[in-house]
C-alpha cells in the first residue's frame, strides 16, 4: 500500500483522488491546505482524519509515503524539493515547473536522496498513446507532427471583466503554453526527442501571459506544428504524417480514438478500450514504480519532462513571456 498526500485541493486533485482510488495499493492518508479549515472540508470528503497546514510537517510525516502535488506551477519546485528531501515519492502535476532549471533541481533532489519524480502528464500513459507508440512505423518515415489544443476558459469571461484569476496570472506561471501547449508538446518531444530549431508567434494578454499560440519545430528530418489556446476553440485532431500513410489521433491530450490513413485509401483501425478515467493510468503507472523500486518512468522520465520544459522556455524567449519565478530560479 502506498500512502498518498495531497498538496492543493482543487478540482483536479478531486479528480485524481477518484481515478486513483481504482488503484491497487493507492490509499489516501493526508491532506494539506494553508488553513485548517479548508483542509478539513476537503479530508472530510474521503473520510481522511490526517490534516496538515505545514508542509514542513508534512513532509516530515511518517505517515505517507508520497506526494501528489497539485498546487499553481510556480509552486511545484520548491514543494517537490521539500518532499523529496525527506524522502518522498513525488507524483507533480503538469508542468513539472515554471522552468527547465527548476526541473532540473528537482530531478537532481530526486536522484540525491533516492525517490521517485514523476510528472503527471497523463496523455503519455494511456492504452491508446501506447498504440501510436506501437504502430508508428507502419506509415514509413515521419515527417510532420501536427497537434493543436485550443479550449476556450471560463476563466477568460472573467479576465474581460476585469478580474484576473489564477489561469491568466503571471505570478504563477500560468498561460495557454504552460495550461494546454505542454499537452501537445510532451508527445512530441516522448516520441521524437529534442528539435533542432524553434520558431514561436502568440497573442500576449495585458495580463502578461499569452492567450494563445503556435510553435513551429524543425527536426532534421520531420517538422513539428503546434497551436493551443485558451481564448478560442477548435476541434482538429491531431496528425502524424508518414511517407506511407497519416496517422490521426482524435484528441492529442486524451488519444481515445488512433487510426491510419494509408496513401492507398485503406484505414486501419487501431482504437483500443480504455477500462478506466484518464488519471488512473498516471496514479498506476507511479504506484507500480514504487513497487518494482523505480525511479523514474519510461515514457514520463526525467529527460522528457526536462527537455519539454527547454522547448517551452525557448518557447516563452521567443514570445517575450517571462514569470517572476524565472527571476527566483
Not at 498561460?175 to 502568440?202: H, N, Q, R
Request: some cysteine; proline content about 3%; overall charge negative.
Amino acid at each position: 500500500m502506498v500512502r498518498f498526500g495531497v498538496v492543493g485541493t482543487n478540482w483536479i486533485t478531486e479528480q485524481f483522488i477518484e481515478a486513483a482510488s481504482s488503484v491497487e495499493g493507492f490509499e489516501l492518508a493526508a491532506v494539506y491546505s494553508r488553513t485548517s479549515e479548508r483542509a478539513g472540508q476537503f479530508a472530510s470528503k474521503y473520510g481522511v482524519t490526517k490534516l496538515f497546514t505545514s508542509l514542513e510537517a508534512m513532509a516530515a510525516s511518517q505517515e505517507i509515503d508520497a506526494v501528489y502535488i497539485a498546487t499553481p506551477n510556480s509552486y511545484h519546485a520548491d514543494q517537490a524539493i521539500l518532499f523529496l528531501q525527506n524522502g518522498k515519492h513525488v507524483l507533480c502535476e503538469k508542468p513539472m515547473a515554471a522552468n527547465a532549471v527548476e526541473v532540473a533541481r528537482m530531478i537532481q533532489a530526486a536522484k540525491d536522496h533516492n525517490v521517485l519524480l514523476m510528472e503527471a502528464m497523463k496523455s503519455t500513459l494511456l492504452p491508446n498513446f501506447k498504440v501510436i507508440q506501437e504502430h508508428l512505423h507502419k506509415i514509413g518515415p515521419i515527417r510532420r507532427y501536427f497537434a493543436s489544443y485550443c479550449q476556450y476558459s471560463s476563466r477568460y469571461d472573467k479576465y474581460k471583466e476585469g478580474i484576473i484569476l489564477n489561469a491568466f496570472n503571471p505570478e504563477f506561471a500560468n498561460g495557454s503554453l504552460m495550461d494546454l501547449g505542454v499537452y501537445c508538446l510532451y508527445p512530441l518531444i516522448t516520441l521524437f526527442g529534442a528539435p533542432k530549431e524553434i520558431e514561436a508567434t502568440s497573442v500576449m494578454l495585458d495580463s502578461g501571459v499569452d492567450g494563445e499560440g503556435s510553435v513551429l519545430l524543425k527536426y532534421d528530418d520531420k517538422d513539428a506544428v503546434v497551436m493551443y489556446s485558451k481564448i478560442t476553440n477548435s476541434y482538429l485532431p491531431a496528425e502524424i504524417q508518414g511517407e506511407k500513410g497519416c496517422l490521426i489521433i482524435d484528441k492529442i491530450h486524451t488519444p481515445e480514438n488512433v487510426e491510419i490513413r494509408y496513401n492507398d485509401g485503406t484505414v486501419e483501425k487501431l482504437t483500443v478500450d480504455q477500462a478506466h478515467q484518464p488519471m488512473y493510468y498516471e496514479a498506476k503507472e507511479f504506484i507500480d514504480l514504487i513497487h518494482q523500486g523505480k525511479k523514474e518512468s519510461h515514457n514520463n522520465s526525467h529527460q522528457n519532462s526536462y527537455v519539454t520544459m527547454q522547448v517551452m522556455d525557448q518557447v516563452r524567449e521567443k514570445i517575450g513571456l517571462v514569470y517572476p519565478s524565472d527571476k527566483r530560479s
